[in-house]
């Protein structure tokens, strides 16, 4: 497989998709918005000065959708927060938009054309077209800020703070992801402490949501009887509810600590086998646990059925290494970033003929085309600005639907975690396969990063956010480190559901708050029946409140600053009830 691709061969065929691949990613161009002037029936009463369309609503692994929605683009915090008294008075909900890279129904409720369930018409606000502000403050000998609207994206905020020398530990891998989608679910990059590295002034290994220093939400005002902004501190004991809210408020703006860029070195590498890689602890060898020891900072992406997992590791390097290709702008895999002929082709027959069967061979694609990418586009070492490396994931790579879990657990296991996570998931995926059965035809991504801590916010009193999987657990202070663990499949293949569940269950008994702690990742897929995610009563209703200390105070907290439920769905009634 790998031989049979030659360099030109491989720039050629991620210079754009097939037919087939575009058909499975799922990028069909979405409709203009239709002017509430010329569409029929615009909501009455509803403020004139307002942006108002017709906008259809798709995630992005287009499994969740719905047309002729009624949406509006607010241009300032006063206009949300009129909006939202029009949608109070009226008897709808708004849902908040960005750019809808998620997976988990937080906006939408699954095949839901409105808000089916509870009888309300649903309103998207659209912050990406407005609420983009950035103002970077950087005193001399002072810590760095930068307020920022919660419609800008985070390329837009990265490449911001670069200009400024400033930047971030660590940030999600695609770029366009709103920063309001990302402070309303605890969303992460992959980073510990380096060997001998100490944390930087303004910095955090947490998630962006620890970042917060203040946040401007709309809420409910019980002496005016009406909605209105307001903003919190860092301090105030409601600002906790509001730091990975999950889709039950709204946030307009948040002022964010950050810190000194870095330049950072990442090498991948596709030469050590799964079966050393991810080995039990004690046998030494090149394990993962052994890269996030040294550096602090790697990602595993294990491709189904392959062998040969392709690992990002990140350093902290402040000048260029001999060997490292310097790079001056994000997304350096091209082979990731546009789905390469031969994978696209595999992909296409697996959804269009249901050639599910096709899955190692798939599997094999991918990793062929990462270890001959890396090679053909001299990607294998890269140095650069902090955004540089670590934004990589562009909306042409292929759509994907995951499940994602964070297990809490003392940094000294972090190989134990992944060793017996990956023993288990190749164990079932063997058997799934000797029936003929084929779950998985995408990956699986490891990732690890530090907790939540507060302190690391800079406001004195600061309290940590109450719904972040990455909350520290109380009496367990050892307890400094999550493993993200995430397997990604094509939307729609037979069993993966019934997979998926096994595989939660695993992680629900083998990390059961005695050693680590297993929380579900918000944006991805959880709570798995055998036919579908977001379905099954025991973890919606035990389970997940179970990890997470203060539920019922962090639910009651959120229906008093958003009392009629303005801002939710049925999905959300029924986790956050």
Request: aromatic share 8%.
């Amino acid at each position: 497989m790998h031989a049979s691709w030659t360099r030109r061969q491989l720039l050629r065929t991620t210079a754009a998709l097939t037919a087939a691949g575009a058909t499975v990613a799922g990028m069909t161009a979405a409709a203009p918005p239709v002017s509430a002037r010329g569409a029929a029936n615009p909501p009455a009463g509803f403020p004139p000065d307002i942006e108002l369309y017709r906008s259809a609503y798709r995630n992005w692994s287009g499994e969740t959708t719905a047309t002729g929605l009624w949406a509006c683009a607010p241009r300032d915090t006063a206009q949300v927060v009129a909006a939202v008294n029009w949608a109070y008075r009226s008897g709808w909900r708004v849902r908040p938009r960005g750019h809808s890279h998620g997976w988990a129904p937080l906006t939408l409720a699954a095949d839901s054309g409105g808000d089916a369930g509870s009888g309300r018409p649903v309103l998207l606000l659209d912050t990406t077209r407005h609420l983009t502000g950035l103002d970077i403050s950087a005193p001399p000998g002072g810590p760095a800020s930068v307020r920022a609207g919660t419609g800008v994206s985070m390329e837009e905020l990265l490449t911001s703070l670069e200009e400024h020398g400033l930047g971030l530990t660590a940030a999600p891998a695609p770029g366009d992801l709103s920063l309001g989608g990302v402070l309303a679910i605890d969303a992460h990059g992959t980073a510990v402490p380096g060997r001998g590295e100490s944390r930087p002034s303004g910095q955090t290994y947490g998630s962006l949501s620890n970042r917060v220093v203040s946040l401007t939400a709309v809420v409910w005002d019980p002496g005016s009887g009406a909605y209105t902004a307001r903003t919190y501190r860092r301090d105030d004991p409601d600002c906790a509810v509001l730091l990975a809210h999950l889709g039950r408020a709204l946030i307009t703006e948040a002022v964010l600590r950050v810190g000194e860029n870095d330049n950072l070195r990442c090498v991948s590498r596709t030469d050590i086998p799964a079966e050393e890689l991810f080995a039990p602890p004690g046998g030494g060898g090149r394990t993962f646990g052994s890269f996030v020891a040294e550096t602090g900072r790697a990602e595993a992406i294990w491709f189904a059925f392959s062998e040969h997992p392709w690992l990002k590791v990140w350093s902290v390097a402040p000048e260029r290494p001999p060997a490292s290709r310097p790079v001056t702008r994000p997304y350096n895999y091209p082979f990731s970033d546009n789905v390469p002929r031969p994978v696209a082709e595999l992909a296409g027959k697996i959804v269009s003929e249901g050639a599910w069967y096709l899955a190692p061979a798939l599997g094999e694609a991918q990793s062929a085309a990462s270890a001959t990418g890396l090679v053909a586009t001299a990607a294998a070492d890269l140095w650069g600005p902090s955004k540089n490396t670590l934004l990589y994931i562009r909306p042409t790579t292929l759509r994907v639907t995951a499940n994602g879990y964070a297990v809490v657990t003392a940094r000294s296991r972090v190989q134990e975690v992944v060793a017996a996570f990956t023993a288990f998931y190749r164990e079932r995926l063997a058997a799934y396969a000797a029936r003929g059965r084929f779950p998985v035809n995408g990956s699986v991504e490891i990732r690890v990063t530090g907790l939540d801590r507060p302190e690391e916010a800079g406001v004195p009193g600061a309290v940590a956010p109450a719904l972040s999987a990455l909350r520290p657990v109380p009496d367990r202070p050892e307890w400094d480190t999550a493993v993200w663990l995430d397997v990604l499949t094509l939307p729609g293949t037979p069993d993966a559901p019934a997979f998926y569940r096994e595989l939660e269950r695993f992680l629900l008994r083998a990390f059961d708050g005695t050693t680590a702690l297993t929380r579900v990742e918000w944006s991805k897929g959880w709570a798995y029946t055998d036919r579908a995610a977001w379905d099954d009563p025991e973890v919606i209703g035990e389970a997940v409140p179970a990890s997470l200390p203060g539920w019922d105070g962090a639910v009651a907290a959120l229906d008093r600053l958003d009392p009629h439920r303005v801002f939710g769905n049925p999905f959300l009634d029924r986790l956050l009830a």
